[in-house]
């Protein structure tokens, strides 16, 4: 998905921020970025005229990509489930839904079969006269989930842009924020995708695939070449902050990551300053996830942070918000029972009520796990 062209001229709604003209000029913008707009575009303007509430969720995990020609990336865990899953519901709330996810994650609707333990055939045995019918025991559940997706696509509620690095995902994300601006509150961003925090920036990528046996000088920053001859020391010099010092550098991949800017910042200020955002929190450690949900929802200033942790994120999450008074903020764990293979499931994206309904339990205690 991504290209070297430049990237085309998209009115910043901040334009004295120098992080964001950096980054957006510095980086190219990639090729299918005109088209997926388009598209956003044509979605956002017939479902704003139909007086329809539109949400945008991002779904799945940003690549770092390490060459321009990618052979090797950075990537991580996250399958889609959250983003997917929660795109069903907003449709079932009557929403148009803008997914925009990680190319082969989890989709909406076909989730229930895609990435299933079976194989897709697993679902299916032939019929009669060649034809092909899905296996009894799955036919009840397959038929609901096909007539919504179906329902979905007949009256154009939910438009799908894939992105992959973590590049595609910031060019995109901007556009399309930008273009909910108009619709106010009524446009919801449920920002559910795993965002990568480091990147090669453009400048320091290199064009074709690193070497393993020249590692090191592919991959130093720009200059470095002026410092070649220190480097060819380096390259069989041990230095201090060497982890195995007995590999010399020249033989490792020494990989140099940048931050990425915290376009969160950007998004609730500028690209949609008066739209419904929603963030996530993913940590590892319980004991900071719930101050740094805290902490995002102060700095940010926009309207709910979910946190999750990464072993429990499918059963308990947090909703951090400012209380109803306006008087500080608030927290409030979700939870729904455990999956188990053996019972029925219930997705803790289900709303809130429902989630409550059926089991699930509210509370303000700590993660059980
Ligand atoms: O897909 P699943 O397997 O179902 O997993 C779901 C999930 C755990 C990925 C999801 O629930 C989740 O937590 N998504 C957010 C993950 C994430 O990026 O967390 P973070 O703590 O790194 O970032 C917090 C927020 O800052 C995010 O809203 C992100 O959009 C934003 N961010 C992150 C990095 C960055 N450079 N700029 C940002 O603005």
């Not at 009840?140 to 009256?155: G, I, N, S």
């Not at 939910?158 to 590049?167: A, G, K, Q, S």
Request: proline content about 7%.
């Amino acid at each position: 998905m991504s290209s070297t062209q430049p990237p085309p001229e998209i009115p910043s709604a901040n334009p004295i921020d120098p992080v964001e003209h950096d980054y957006f000029t510095l980086n190219p913008a990639p090729a299918s970025l005109q088209k997926h707009t388009s598209l956003a575009r044509d979605f956002i303007t017939t479902h704003a005229s139909a007086g329809r509430r539109v949400v945008l969720v991002t779904s799945g995990g940003t690549t770092v990509p390490l060459e321009r020609q990618t052979v090797r990336f950075i990537d991580n865990f996250s399958a889609g489930t959250r983003g997917a899953t929660s795109a069903e519901y907003f449709l079932e709330a009557g929403y148009a839904v803008i997914f925009l996810y990680r190319e082969f994650s989890l989709l909406p609707y076909s989730r229930h079969y895609s990435h299933a333990t079976n194989c897709f055939l697993d679902f299916l045995h032939e019929g009669p006269n060649g034809s092909v019918l899905a296996r009894e025991e799955y036919t009840e559940k397959m038929l609901a989930v096909l007539r919504k997706y179906q329902a979905a696509k007949r009256d154009n509620l939910l438009l799908t842009i894939p992105f992959v690095t973590i590049n595609d995902y910031l060019f995109i994300l901007r556009s399309i924020a930008q273009l909910m601006r108009p619709l106010g509150p009524s446009g919801l961003l449920y920002l559910a995708a795993a965002v990568s925090d480091f990147f090669v920036p453009n400048e320091r990528m290199v064009e074709h695939k690193i070497q393993s046996t020249d590692a090191s000088p592919n991959i130093r920053p720009q200059g470095a070449e002026d410092r070649q001859d220190q480097g060819q020391q380096d390259d069989e010099a041990f230095d201090n902050f060497d982890s195995s010092p007995l590999i010399p550098r020249s033989k490792r991949l020494v990989i140099d990551l940048d931050p990425v800017p915290k376009f969160l910042k950007n998004l609730v200020d500028g690209w949609a300053p008066e739209g419904m955002i929603v963030s996530f929190k993913l940590e590892t450690d319980p004991e900071i996830l719930v101050s740094k949900a805290r902490y995002s929802l102060e700095r940010y200033q926009h309207h709910l942070v979910i946190g999750n942790l990464l072993v429990t994120r499918k059963w308990e999450v947090v909703f951090v918000a400012r209380s109803e008074e306006g008087e500080g903020i608030r927290e409030e764990w979700i939870r729904v029972p455990r999956r188990r293979k053996t019972l029925s499931k219930i997705d803790i994206e289900v709303d809130r009520e429902g989630g409550r309904e059926d089991g699930g339990e509210k509370g303000k205690e700590r993660p059980l796990d």
